[in-house]
């Protein structure tokens, strides 16, 4: 990686790290040939924010607020992740009630986070009209997420033990109604994403993870599962009432009969998993035992249950993003001894290096995208060759990206 | 409901029996945990072993044979004299609610905290492995790329955030409450 040679005929791009709207904002090194990407270095921890040390001073609830906060938008699979290792370590029983509420809001949650990743990916290579579509449907599942925990993004709905607010006989219509926009609205992006011209000359053969990659770099998620793994928490182990419904594996080759891996893949995956979730949420609402909502409705009786154990947990949930992992050690005193948290996109890093070696320039928008980062990080570019510096902010690498969907319409 | 076997799928306890007779005394313990859920209470079983540091790469090496494992991430604990590192693997996924969490431990006394890479058998830990590097102070022998991986390049040497002991980053912090005195 010498930088001195001027006969070299390599260059180095790195992009990154801020987006200041954006969380986990990661740093790119790309080692360029004219516009093939020869090599990829990815950095991170500019917004390592230790939040796992900001829980050394906080109780098992106070860190449900806190794990809320950890991402914007899989604000309740982090909170949900960790009650599934308290309720591990502490042997915590959850109502069966609560497990169905469950799965309703974290497929609430799936359909909101691919809705909105598919508007970006449409943005990425300068389909922006899809983008105001994907947002209106979105904006519904927002107003749906209100509705059943009155909030919008922070959900504020978990409970170590279940959850905090139940889904009452009057409100089921309204989630029917709103299931039925989502179905029609489904079948009408189906045949934007996987029909159009566009999006199939800009994804297909387009940052290709193959399975054995996918397997060895440990990858989770629809960004596994595009490339023929079948790995799915949701699927592979019984946890809320997942155990009881009927899911299986959503890979590409339901729909196309192959599997490719590559970014046009990764789009069909996501969207089948959007059927998929509303499917999940009739099911549950069909199949809903009464019952209590929460293992102890008394926190200060909780917390001082809590406080008795000792032991360690592993709590394991289906994000939109891929399996979440979160780890608990128990001592017996107020805070826990030991939290991990680990989010899907930190397994799905080193994939990236593969799916962008050998593209162009123009792609990196749409490839990075693919794997649904926590981040769209490709906010400054600044190419480096002999001393001589260019920037290129976003706009400009968006601009690059249109321009190549442009130049291959013609 | 009993799931479907494939062939070579081991049980938990069949996979604990393999590993105990392979090993012998170098599995200190291992204890299987079942949880149950939904309504229909199905199972999904949690297997906690703790392994000696001499056989843990060996451990591994049969793991990847079985089959090749899912890694989502290594966690650790300072336990005061020994620093434990937790190595929370998945296998037999792939078939409805057969999946295994194994969860593999091993101690690492402080004054030699070394390890050896598994990237070598599993390229996907070296996120996880760099990490376990600059937060616990834990030397992975033989690591692909022993960069820092969260921490910024100017941190400070010898102080690890994950410690608890003196080498833990308590002298760095700022208690906001505390500057107006």
């Known amino acids: 990686m010498s930088s001195e040679a001027t006969t070299k005929t390599t260059y180095h791009i790195p992009i990154g790290p801020i987006h200041p709207a954006l969380k986990e904002p990661v740093h790119f090194e790309f080692e360029i040939s004219g516009e093939r990407i020869i090599d990829v270095d990815v950095k991170l921890g500019h917004v390592h924010r230790a939040v796992e040390w900001a829980s050394r001073k906080r109780n098992p609830v106070q860190i449900l607020y806190l794990a809320e906060r950890i991402c914007g938008i899989c604000s309740y699979c982090h909170p949900i992740a960790f009650s599934l290792a308290v309720e591990a370590a502490a042997d915590i029983e959850v109502p069966e009630r609560a497990e169905y509420l469950r799965v309703i809001q974290g497929e609430l949650e799936r359909i909101t986070s691919h809705i909105l990743w598919a508007g970006v990916a449409a943005h990425e290579i300068g389909f922006d009209t899809v983008l105001f579509l994907t947002w209106e449907i979105r904006e519904k599942a927002l107003d749906l997420t209100e509705y059943l925990t009155g909030n919008r993004v922070t959900k504020g709905i978990t409970m170590i033990g279940g959850v905090r607010r139940d889904i009452t006989k009057d409100m089921i219509p309204r989630i029917q109604k709103d299931l039925k926009f989502f179905k029609d609205n489904f079948q009408k992006l189906a045949h934007i994403f996987l029909d159009d011209k566009t999006f199939k000359m800009r994804s297909q053969n387009c940052g290709i993870l193959t399975k054995e990659d996918a397997l060895k770099l440990c990858a989770v998620g629809p960004t596994t599962r595009a490339s023929g793994v079948k790995k799915d928490v949701r699927v592979d182990t019984s946890y809320f009432a997942y155990g009881d419904l009927d899911i299986d594996y959503i890979t590409p080759d339901k729909l196309t009969g192959k599997i490719n891996g590559d970014v046009y893949d990764r789009i069909i995956t996501r969207l089948l998993e959007v059927k998929q979730s509303i499917e999940l949420i009739e099911q549950c609402i069909d199949k809903m035992p009464a019952g209590d909502i929460v293992a102890e409705p008394k926190i200060p009786k909780l917390l001082a249950q809590l406080k008795k154990v000792n032991g360690e947990g592993v709590g394991r949930h289906e994000a939109p993003r891929g399996e979440v992992i979160h780890y608990v050690k128990l001592t017996g005193e107020d805070a826990p001894y030991t939290w991990k948290v680990r989010a899907p996109t930190y397994n799905n890093i080193l994939p990236w290096i593969p799916m962008l070696k050998g593209e162009q320039i123009a792609d990196i928008p749409i490839v990075a995208a693919s794997t649904d980062p926590c981040m769209s990080c490709t906010n400054r570019v600044a190419i480096v060759n002999n001393g001589k510096h260019y920037e290129l902010n976003k706009e400009e690498l968006h601009r690059l990206s249109v321009e190549k969907t442009r130049r291959l319409m013609r | ?181």
């Not at chain 2, 793991?63 to 020994?82: A, E, R, W």
């Not at chain 2, 790329?145 to 910024?152: E, N």
């Open chain 2, 1 to 181: 409901m009993s799931p479907k076997k494939e062939n070579n799928q081991k049980n938990p306890e069949e996979l604990v029996k393999y590993f105990k007779d392979e090993f012998k005394t170098s599995i200190r313990s291992a204890e299987i945990k079942k949880r149950k859920a939904g309504s229909k209470k199905n199972e999904t079983s949690t297997i906690w072993m703790k392994v000696e540091k001499s056989a843990f790469k060996d451990v591994i090496k049969h793991l990847v044979d079985y089959q090749f494992p899912h890694l989502p991430v290594v966690s650790g604990n300072d336990l005061g004299k020994t620093i434990e590192l937790i190595y929370h693997f998945t296998v037999n996924y792939g078939t409805r609610m057969n999946e295994i969490n194994l969860h593999i431990s091993v101690d690492l006394p402080k004054s030699k905290p070394e390890i050896e890479t598994i990237c070598d058998l599993i390229p996907g830990a070296l996120v996880t492995e760099r990490e376990k590097q600059e937060m616990l102070g834990v030397k992975i022998v033989g690591i692909p790329d022993a960069r820092k991986l969260f921490l910024p390049d100017d941190w400070p040497e010898n102080i690890y955030p994950w410690r608890r002991d003196e080498t833990g980053p308590e002298k760095y912090y700022k208690n906001l409450h505390e500057v107006k005195k």
